[in-house]
């Protein structure tokens, strides 16, 4: 039986490692030229019931609390004046969501797993009740089955489905802050341990602590998706200036956060539809983001990784294209539950109204 997956990401990963961990191999295919082709990006807070979850199955979920920091579950809620409407500490046993930086998770899930780097996909097609996967560069190979785990832009998804993402109205633009507690101790207390927010009317500052002084920072606003018109985006000082003239008026510690960021990432928000699912078709699947994208709120890596987990025990055994149908109606009921979730908390959060994403808060705390 040759299976592979498209995609070394949180998902991809888990897929893979649950597969070896129960003696099945596996063709891991990933575009990113090596491990560190790109920053990881911010941390990740991995649900129990969820990515902990998927862990467990992995066999990796002692690893995973040596290195996750419970204390990141901290939660503070300013006014755009700046003063304090939430502040919530997580217990000394609290392991609900631990936040653990994407680098460690990635080389917590690689561990003995041979990654083929650099084997970008470019379209796959299913063929004679498996799948014929195309490269970039190179031959194309055929598989029984083939993973989508290649993310909100997936190259697998079109051999089943039509549908793509679509951008929801709010953008985030990313920046970080290294080395926090030695040279803005005032901004290291600002965001404490875990993650500080701040709602305006139709925007919000949001900025998370990372293991090693890193803090990540994201201005996130409504807007139309061709908002840089005038703006080029590689040119920072124009993007902080932007920003800041954006949330003129807020309170000056918050917008210091704007003002010490270096570089500046766009991340403008896109969803795929809502309980999206598509006909079975013979030798591809997909997961993760690559099936339901949604919003950033909290939920997207820990699905991708427990439908890796599931994905793995179901075709571990038995009939390969049983257990792949299995998996999908699974998938799809759990998917369409956290994306009506998520598509209502993105409303609120970046909402006309602040106080909606204080009642949020208050709700799930
Ligand atoms: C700012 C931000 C914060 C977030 N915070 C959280 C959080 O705290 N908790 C949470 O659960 N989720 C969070 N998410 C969501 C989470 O990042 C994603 O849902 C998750 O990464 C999806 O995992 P995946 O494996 O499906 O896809 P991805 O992580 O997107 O991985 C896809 C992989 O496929 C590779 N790839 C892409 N195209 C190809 C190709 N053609 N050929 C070969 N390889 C390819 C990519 O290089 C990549 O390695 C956040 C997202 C953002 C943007």
């Given at each position: 039986?040759?299976?592979?997956?498209?995609?070394?990401?949180?998902?991809?990963?888990?897929?893979?490692?649950?597969?070896?961990?129960?003696?099945?191999?596996?063709?891991?295919?990933?575009?990113?030229?090596?491990?560190?082709a790109r920053p990881p990006g911010g941390s990740l807070d991995l649900q129990e019931g969820l990515g902990q979850l998927a862990?467990?199955?992995?066999?990796?979920?002692?690893?995973?609390?040596?290195?996750?920091?419970?204390?990141?579950?901290?939660?503070?809620?300013?006014?755009?004046?700046?003063?304090?409407?939430?502040?919530?500490?997580?217990?000394?046993?609290?392991?609900?969501?631990?936040?653990?930086?994407?680098?460690?998770?990635?080389?917590?899930?690689?561990?003995?797993?041979e990654v083929q780097w650099g084997r970008a996909v470019t379209r796959v097609v299913p063929?004679?009740?498996?799948?014929?996967?195309?490269?970039?560069?190179?031959?194309?190979?055929?598989?029984?089955?083939?993973?989508?785990?290649?993310g909100a832009w997936s190259r697998v998804r079109p051999a089943v489905s039509p549908a793509t993402a679509q951008y929801t109205g709010v953008t985030a633009v990313e920046t970080d802050l290294r080395d926090v507690d030695t040279h803005r101790p005032d901004l290291a207390r600002l965001v404490g341990d875990g993650t500080m927010a701040v709602y305006g009317v139709n925007r919000a500052v949001v900025a998370q602590r990372n293991s090693g002084g890193q803090v990540k920072i994201y201005a996130q606003f409504r807007a139309p998706l061709n908002?840089?018109?005038?703006?080029?985006?590689?040119?920072?000082?124009a993007v902080r200036s932007s920003l800041l003239e954006r949330f003129d008026g807020w309170a000056d510690p918050v917008l210091e956060?704007?003002?010490?960021?270096?570089t500046f990432v766009h991340r403008p928000i896109h969803v795929l539809p809502v309980s999206h699912t598509w006909t079975h078709v013979r030798g591809v699947t997909l997961l993760g983001d690559a099936a339901h994208l949604m919003p950033p709120l909290g939920a997207g890596a820990n699905l991708a990784m427990l439908d890796g987990a599931e994905l793995a025990e179901a075709i571990a055994t038995g009939d390969l294209d049983e257990g792949?149908?299995?998996?999908?109606e699974r998938m799809w009921a759990r998917a369409g539950r956290w994306a009506q979730i998520t598509a209502a908390g993105l409303e609120r959060l970046v909402s006309p109204d602040p106080a909606e994403a204080l009642a949020l808060f208050d709700r799930v705390n």
């Open positions: 039986m040759r299976i592979a997956v498209v995609g070394g990401g949180p998902g991809g990963l888990t897929f893979a490692r649950v597969l070896h961990r129960l003696g099945r191999s596996v063709t891991l295919l990933e575009r990113d030229p090596g491990p560190d862990l467990e199955k992995a066999g990796l979920l002692a690893q995973f609390q040596a290195l996750s920091r419970p204390e990141g579950q901290a939660m503070r809620i300013l006014d755009v004046d700046g003063r304090v409407l939430r502040d919530w500490h997580p217990g000394a046993d609290e392991q609900a969501n631990p936040e653990i930086d994407r680098r460690q998770l990635r080389d917590l899930l690689i561990g003995p797993l063929e004679n009740g498996g799948a014929v996967v195309h490269f970039a560069n190179g031959a194309p190979e055929s598989f029984d089955l083939v993973v989508g785990a290649d908002w840089h018109a005038d703006l080029d985006l590689t040119d920072h000082d956060l704007l003002r010490q960021g270096r792949v149908r299995g998996f999908e």
